[in-house]
Every structure is written in C-alpha cells, then in structure tokens.
C-alpha cells in the first residue's frame, strides 16, 4: 500500500488569543494533486507557511516521506523536497530566462558560491536548463531579460524555477493570480499536463475556483482557521457548509489572511 508523502495532523498555529489555523490534519499521496481553498482570513497563508518552514506552528507536526520536518528553517526543507512558489514573482529580473533556471540549478547542484560563472560553462545544467523551460513552453523565451516577458510567463518562468529543485512536493501559491483569461487557461493547462505525468505531487491554493476544479484531485476547505471540508470536487461542489461559507465571502473581503 502506498504511503503518504506527507502527513499533516493537528497543526496549530496561534497568535496571541487568536487561532489562525486550528487542528488540521491532512494526507497527501504521492502524484496527487490538493487544493486549499477558503475566504480571505481563512488561514490558508499561514498553513502554507508552516508547512514550507516560514512559521512554526503552535502544536502539531508535518511529516515528509516519514521524516518529521516540523519547524525546519525553510532551505532545509527544500533540500528535503518542498518547494514553493509565491504569490508575487520571485524571480531575477536583470538576468535571461534562462540564466535564472541556471542559477537554481547550479545552487541545487552545490555550486551556489560561483553561480553565474559555473551555469556559463556548465552544458549540463545549460541542457537541464532548456529542458524545463522548454517542459513550460517558455524556451522561446530563453534568451529574453526576466524584467520584459508578460506578467503570466514570469509566473511559469518561477514554475520552472521551482521545478529546478527536483521536489517531492510542490506547493504554489495562487499561481493563476493576476492572470488574464487566456493567461490563465494556459497555465492550468501546463499544470494539470505536469501533474499527469506522473512526476509531481502539488499542493495549491487558489481562488479561481474553475482552476480548482480543473486541477485538483482533492480539495481542503478552510474556513475562519479550521478544516471545514475535505472530499473530491464534485463532493466539495455539493457540499450546503461549503456553499454557505463562499456565500459569506464577499462579507470577509476586507479581512487580512492570516
């Protein structure tokens, strides 16, 4: 019987006399793919951080692949196999497209003191390079400064750069966000197209909820810090709690995610 690759239980975070997330627990299986979504304050930013090492959690633990990875600083857990992409572009913008892949893949391969000159002379990190940018279908982009390429191919750029670490889990963080519409479709299509290949399991949180459906194979409903749901699409869609929570939505738009 195949084993999770992670396993999340009872992870807690407080602050001060205010719960941000509470008691959540959550299997994720290898090549699968989950969704967490919530209304703004639901305190899907706050898990995210936890589980990628950015904050410790009040109680609770986070276990990859049967290694406990609870409250590691976050380059040690992407050295163990979590990566993460983020909401705003974290990319280098003076540099190529393909020079930033280079970069991570340099820094992955030990060679993190000389980047530049060691990615210049390097052909197989230049051939690993190409590969994922062309797996992205960015590669016509290769040569162009990071600074001048369209907002959404700077979102698959940093995809490609994620993808650089060779991780177990991958976690993106609204990786449709500030798209528009032909942007966006893309994007899911890549993803859904990486994720069929058998060689990723994801994590994301997303509030395009056409790009949920579309990609997820599960999907975890937060609501005000807590699991309020966890089930397939087509259960999530049909669930009365979950439709009243998004119908409360539009009251919580001006909360801060916590």
Partial sequence: MTSPILTISNLTKRFGGN?????????????????????NGAGKTTFYNMVSGRMLPTE?????????ITGLPPHKISRLGVS????????????????NVEVVLSAYHGHSRKLFNIASRNTA???????????????GLADRRAEVISYGDK???????VLATRPKLVLLDEPT???????????TALIRKLAS????????????MEVVFNLADRILV?????????GTPEEVKNHPEVRTAYLGEEDEEQETET
Avoid at 60 to 68: A, E, R, W
Avoid at 155 to 161: H, P, Q, T
Avoid at 197 to 206: D, H, K, Q, R, V
Avoid at 222 to 230: Q, T, Y
């Fill in 19 to 39: 719960t941000a997330v509470s008691a959540i627990n959550l299997e994720v299986m290898p090549r699968e793919t989950i969704a967490i979504i919530g209304p």
């Fill in 60 to 68: 609770g633990s986070i276990i990859l692949d049967n290694q406990d």
């Fill in 84 to 99: 993460r992409s983020f909401q705003i572009n974290n990319i280098f913008p003076e540099m190529t497209v393909q020079e």
């Fill in 125 to 139: 990190v230049q051939e690993e390079a190409k590969e994922l940018l062309t797996r992205l279908s960015i590669n």
């Fill in 155 to 161: 979102r698959l750029l940093e995809i490609a750069m």
């Fill in 177 to 187: 966000a500030g798209m528009t519409p032909d942007e966006t479709r893309r994007t």
């Fill in 197 to 208: 290949g058998g060689e990723y399991t994801f994590l994301i949180t997303e509030h395009d």
């Fill in 222 to 230: 937060m609501h005000r810090g807590e699991k309020l749901f966890a």
